[in-house]
């Protein structure tokens, strides 16, 4: 029922109709501003890109054509503004380096990450860090695990949103929480 | 990856690790993953591991950031629907 009522809303903002695509925006400006925010770390850029999104959405819903869900569409242009802004902004050189051997795991001791009370879970420090490590992540792989790990798509349709293989998704995602992992274990252990 | 999987202990830690990291939160019931939540029971590295995997999703899901006062309003104008702020 909710996606037939999003359809009936697409449709009358494919033909101009100016609630109808106020009101879809309104939808889906949140979802669109925490994910360019989660990609950059920076609310200004992430405004930004927020703003060019919905542009470019309403340029191209024209040829939405319903195949897909209306968020996987959308994801796909937020992917697209973020990597683009991640690319103008950043040398490359910046990032670092995930390979394979890099990330080969040779810990003689896993320690247990010791429960936190929940005030300071998320506290500035990790906060700054969880910034830094995100930040250090070559955007190609920064997109796969904020679509499939945060936002929750599935393997497939993070694929079909990158357009890139079921694979290439499962080898990037298996990288970036290894990166990631690392990157947080000085603060647990410390 | 050839795994022999008669066994539990045919996996290492290390082969372990890989396959939570790439199956992590959708370990189905496959001989495989059925094997790696056996290691995982009895191998407190392996084990640890898998948390912290699971803990370092999970504050990521949770640092989430609020639209900046303003922004609703001004996306609007910046798409010329100001006229139609139904906010």
Not at chain 1, 93 to 114: A, G, R, T
Not at chain 2, 58 to 72: N, S, V
């Amino acid at each position: 029922m909710i996606e037939q009522k999003e359809l009936e809303l697409i449709e009358r903002a494919k033909v101009g109709d100016r609630l109808a695509l106020a009101e879809l925006v309104t939808r889906y400006e949140k979802t669109v501003f925490s994910f360019a925010f989660k990609i950059c770390r920076n609310r200004e850029k992430a405004e930004n890109t927020m703003q060019e999104t919905f542009m470019s959405v309403l340029k191209s819903l024209h040829q939405f054509d319903g195949k897909s869900k209306f968020s996987t569409w959308l994801y796909r242009i937020v992917v697209n503004h973020c990597l683009m802004m991640a690319r103008s902004e950043v040398h490359k050189d910046k990032f670092y380096s995930i390979d394979e051997d890099e990330l080969n795991f040779d810990e003689p001791e896993v320690k247990h990450w010791s429960d936190l009370p929940e005030d300071k879970l998320l506290n500035d420090e990790l906060k700054k860090i969880m910034d830094e490590a995100i930040q250090k992540l070559p955007p190609e792989y920064r997109v796969v695990f904020m679509l499939r790990d945060v936002e929750g798509l599935s393997t497939q349709e993070t694929a079909e949103t990158l357009g890139i293989t079921v694979p290439a998704v499962k080898s990037r995602l298996h990288r970036a929480r290894l990166f990631l992992r690392n990157e947080l274990k000085p603060y647990f252990e410390k | 990856m050839n795994l022999n999987l008669t066994s539990k202990n045919n996996l290492t830690c290390k082969e372990v690790i890989n396959q939570v990291c790439e199956h992590l939160g959708e370990l189905p019931d496959s001989p495989l993953c059925v094997a790696i939540q056996e290691h995982l029971k009895e191998c407190e590295n392996c084990s640890n591991f898998y948390d912290q995997l699971e803990k370092t999703v999970k504050l990521f899901k949770e640092y989430k950031t609020d639209l900046p006062e303003g922004a609703h309003e001004r996306l609007l104008a910046f798409l010329g629907l100001q006229d139609k702020n139904n906010k």
